[in-house]
């Protein structure tokens, strides 16, 4: 059993918690993930690991609501326990030998970025981030950023924060004046990693994306992640959990891979709602 340590709400539906988990902790690397159960009759879901503090045996996770086991996770307070909590998984994102780089995060997904971005920092690397948000209220980790970011760019779809527009107008700006990174690590929604690909590829810098799609098991057994990537001409299947999260986004399919989400997003909707009943049926039988 790992006991939550740390739980703060950073927007209406993205929570942050600190897990005590000492082995997981010691191993955690930026762009890794953990896969946990909340009991021990709940489905196995991945999250990225946000942040870790090895001297005190603690990993952040930061999550959002979106189905039962997220709804559920976000319900558990300060000194509850989570059934499992399996990890490191993956691949660590590769940082050694760059000095200049720009990581573009969308939504949640700067929560993922965040860590990279602290890391790279630490390293001596110049760090640009672009963070981007559909509005003022479901800005996240902002100051963080800031704190490990040689620039900073916040964006909002509507204005209410920052500047106005999507993470790919900043981007194109800097590439047009001549800017050249190491790097570009992009990660955030499937559509926004595929136009910041779609941006970068004229200017030839090499650009990594972190592709989170359905997992089971964690191990490559299930299937459930694979994507496909184009490679010299041919098209090769890959998992996310074993061969990634992290892959060059030049050669991700981008539309399978969206479609493939897409699948599942009944299923998911479906369990929200099923579990927000069950809770609601739960309150009324006690009250």
Known sequence: MYRIVYKKRLNPTVTSMDILAPFVAKKAQAGQFIILRTDSEGERIPLTVAGYDREKGTVRIIFQTVGATTHRLSLMNEGDYIQDFAGPLGLPTELDGLSDVCIVG??????????????????????????????SDLVILEDEFA????????????GSHGTKGNVCAPLSEMLKSGRRFDKIIAIGPIVMMKFVVAEARPFGVPCTVSMNPIMIDGTGMCGGCRLTLNVD??????????????????????DEAMSRLNCYRDFERHAYEKECNLLKKGENANG
């Open 106 to 135: 969308g939504g949640v997904g700067c929560a993922i970025a965040l860590p990279i971005a602290q890391r790279l920092s630490e390293l001596g690397c110049r760090v640009t981030s672009v963070i981007g948000f559909r509005s």
């Open 233 to 254: 001409g041919k098209r090769v299947t890959k998992f996310a959990c074993v061969d990634g999260p992290d892959f060059d986004g030049y050669q991700v399919d981008f």
């Open 147 to 158: 704190a490990v970011s040689d620039t900073l760019h916040v964006m909002t779809d509507d």
